[in-house]
């Protein structure tokens, strides 16, 4: 508050206008420098100006946003491992899923385990859905993931440009459901609503046949004359 009153302030000035002792005036200046509420020029002697309270708290909430995505990931990446890991001998190769969050789920499992190759088939009606799953797709790229996206001409400007900041992108016309493959060994098929009517209606399969003959399909389709670069 003092040196939002007084402008550019030695500790001095400060421990006279706070009313600080000058032993403890300059860690409470280093305090508030360290956490960038506080500007120092390092002059004889050092003079602080307090920064705009506006552009602080914004520098602020940036900083925290940053360190909670790096913990979240941190976290994802830890903890899914050992979900992943349990009963691993015990599971089935096979699994149906049935509705949004529980395919969403299982989705997002499949990109934290991906390695190497992420391959998506996405028809126009699953566009909307990589809003969810975009943060992971960001970081599939950081870990040099090659990712490529098959979708449909039908996409808007703004989904392709989103899509294009972290994947190859083509488009075809003619798409028979959608899917995602990673490393050629895990694989969501995406199918339509089925015995549930609108429900939507997947299969995630580890079995190594099923990954690689969707990957061989996905890469007829991908270089299929009907298939154009964005």
Same mark, same amino acid.
């Given at each position: 508050? %003092?040196?939002?009153?007084? #402008?550019?302030?030695?500790? *001095?000035?400060?421990?006279? +206008? ?19 509420? !506080?500007?120092?020029?390092? *002059? ?13 708290? +914004? ?25 992943? $890991? ?12 049935? #509705?949004? $969050? +529980? ?25 909307? @859905?990589?809003?969810?799953? +975009?943060?992971? =797709?960001? =970081?599939?790229?950081?870990?040099? !993931? ?17 899509? %294009? ?21 895990? !694989? ?11 429900? /939507?209606?997947?299969?995630?399969? *580890? ?5 690689? @003959?969707?990957?061989?399909? @996905?890469? @007829?389709?991908? $270089? *299929? /004359? ?5």
């Amino acid at each position: 508050m %003092a040196l939002l009153k007084g #402008g550019t302030m030695t500790a *001095s000035d400060v421990s006279r +206008e706070a009313r600080i002792p000058y032993s403890k005036v300059y860690d409470a200046l280093e305090s508030l420098h360290r956490r960038g509420w !506080v500007e120092e020029q390092k *002059s004889r002697p050092i003079v602080y100006t307090a920064k705009p309270p506006d552009t602080a708290l +914004e520098e602020l909430k940036s900083r925290h946003e940053t360190e909670r995505k790096e913990n979240e990931q941190v976290a994802l990446e830890e903890l899914m491992g050992i979900y992943v $890991n349990r009963g691993e001998q015990e599971k089935p190769d096979i699994w149906i899923m049935r #509705g949004t $969050n +529980e395919i969403l789920s299982r989705v997002k499992n499949l990109l934290l385990n991906c390695r190497a190759e992420l391959l998506i088939a996405l028809p126009p009606q699953l566009v909307s @859905f990589t809003d969810r799953i +975009e943060p992971l =797709m960001a =970081m599939l790229k950081e870990k040099g !993931v090659k990712t490529m996206v098959l979708t449909s001409p039908e996409i808007t400007e703004e989904s392709a440009s989103k899509l %294009a900041k972290y994947s190859e992108l083509r488009t075809r016309k003619t798409m028979y459901g959608g899917g995602l493959i990673s490393d050629s060994r895990e !694989v969501v098929l995406l199918l339509a609503g089925g015995d549930q009517g609108s429900l /939507p209606l997947a299969i995630w399969a *580890s079995h190594h046949g099923l990954a690689s @003959f969707a990957k061989d399909y @996905f890469e @007829f389709l991908w $270089n *299929s /004359p009907g298939t154009s670069k964005l």
